[in-house]
């Protein structure tokens, strides 16, 4: 059983930072329901454990990412002195 569901819009973090145009890293993206590994490219280099965001396709196993920042993500509070 195989599925057509797009990776583009998921997000996930570098397993191997990308080196901008000198070539991919690795990327783990939460898709169908788990997880799976794809080639990663960026414009620019992102380092390991980066969270990114698919925002091009490039074939079945590899993708084009962004840094992506959660927006609903908790965020700290300062702690009450």
């Known amino acids: 059983m195989t599925s057509d569901a797009s990776p583009i ?3 996930g973090v570098l397993l191997i930072g990308t080196r901008g145009e000198a070539g991919p890293g690795e990327a783990l993206i939460k898709i169908r329901g ?3 590994t ?3 490219y960026s414009e620019t280099a992102l380092p390991k454990g ?3 965001l698919v925002v091009e396709s490039r074939g ?3 993708v084009e990412v962004t840094e992506w ?7 700290t509070l300062p702690e009450n002195d």
């Open 60 to 62: 079945a196993r590899a």
């Open 69 to 75: 920042t959660d927006p609903f993500a908790p965020t």
């Open 38 to 40: 794809y080639l990663a």
């Open 50 to 52: 980066t969270h990114v």
């Open 9 to 11: 819009g998921c997000v």
């Open 34 to 36: 788990g997880s799976e």
